[in-house]
């Protein structure tokens, strides 16, 4: 089960560390070829068709769910009935928003966010052109959670990473080539057409089954929707957050100014893609031990997972705001790099804030237990989407992104303690809480560091080799030891 967990994590791992790379080449290009007005619009149709595909009832990880137990029990009409629920869902939704993107494409550019009036019509073209992106990223979202409840992440991991490859590499032409932001949304659209098409030819080889759709009873529909309802509600709630959030800075920022945000935090959400890589391979693994009883390795997932990553985001936090400015600098330009470093060090430390929920987040999802995941993600959109509107106002994007790090700050020991309880303390021993205010402590003197790169760069170094060897020969067990080096091995 390890093993299988490894490979899985690693798949998935790969994928985000590869797009990563082709982000981190065709970001700077795009936002200085087609200038920060048209950069903000891309921005804004990518939120907006990420917020309304959240509108999904639940029903995606509830297929994860079904198609896993209909593997378990090698019952292809059970799959083939769960995939026609989340096909129903998804189309239903698809229709109404598009519906809703193509009319509401007006509003938003004259009325909700702050755009040039020359540019407006270029926007609500875009806008309207995202509908091909909500149809297409709706229907590859089935085809994913039935990947994901066959735990085929390799197949899974290897079409995203050539679907965002084509995606990325044929925006960065088209932009090169003089094409507007427009024409870049379409690609965007195309691209996620063929590799819906792709997924489709990829099943029908591995596992023809799940594409012989079935009406589906009641009984089904209703226990899909009972299982994916409270996580549909904690999943709606965090991309209000993460989504929302954003296009919230929008209202409150020139459009122009809504890349500074937006770059930033689309560095954030790299890294947490990355880290959720693993949670991608932890949930059907967790709802097949809690299907077995396994008390033991479910308790050892939640302590020692929580303890590594949140021991691994702290040696990753210091190096990571000492050098938020340099790298903006070489990455964007000293420019962008003026308006963004300040909102990138603050997004770093919410980072890493964040990395010991993940272990607690997929217990709470894979032993059925969502009202916790419910809370989590109101609080988190609580907290978030109000520091921004007292704070955006007043400090820009700088604020929305203090109000980020607070709702980590409030949100991350609410989840570990719900879902963690009585094992709490065997988390937080004392040798881990030393080590966390330590590297707290060096957070905050990272931020009051001078610049320069020379000496900010020997301080990161120092920082992470001191922070690593503390934890791994201090504070992690002989256990956590052996389980780090195997996932290092696989």
Known sequence: MSGRLARNTGWSFAQQVWLAVLGFVGTP??????????????????LATTLIASFEFGVLSATVWRVADADARDDTAAMGASVSVAL??????????????????????????????????LGVDALRIGVIILIATLLASVASSVWQGLQRFAVLSTLGALGGTVQIVGGIILALLGFDAR???????????????????????????????????????????R???????????????????????????????????????????????????????????????????????????LVSGSRILALLGMALMVPAILLAEPFLTAWMGADFSAEAAKVLQLLFAAFALSLPAVPAIELARGTGRPRYLVWYAGALAVVYLGGIALLAPRAGVTGAAIAFLGSQVVTTPAIVLLVGRSRVGRIFSPAFVATWLGGIGLAVAALTTPPGLVPRTALAVASFVALVAVSYLWVLRPEERRTLLDSVRA
């Open 29 to 46: 290009i795009l936002f200085h070829t087609l200038g920060d007005t048209q950069y903000g619009l891309l921005a804004v149709v990518s």
């Open 88 to 121: 129903g869902a998804v189309t239903i939704l698809g229709l109404v928003g598009s519906l809703v993107l193509f009319a509401g494409a007006g509003v938003l550019v004259t009325q909700v966010f702050d755009v040039p009036a020359p540019l407006r019509p």
């Open 227 to 301: 299982f994916g309802g409270p996580l549909w509600v904690a999943g709606l709630l965090t991309q209000a957050s993460l989504a929302g959030g954003s296009l919230l800075v929008g209202v409150f920022v020139p459009i122009a100014a809504l890349p500074f945000f937006t770059v930033s935090f689309g560095v954030f959400q790299t890294l947490n893609r990355m880290a959720y890589g693993l949670s991608t391979a932890l949930y059907p693994m967790v709802a097949h031990l809690d299907a077995a009883g396994d008390e033991g390795t479910l308790d050892r997932v």
């Open 183 to 225: 024409w870049i949304v379409l690609w965007s659209g195309l691209t996620a057409s063929g590799l819906v098409a792709a997924h489709l030819v990829g099943l029908r080889r591995t596992r023809p089954s799940a594409l012989v759709l079935r009406v589906p009873g009641r009984a089904l529909v209703g226990a899909m929707l």
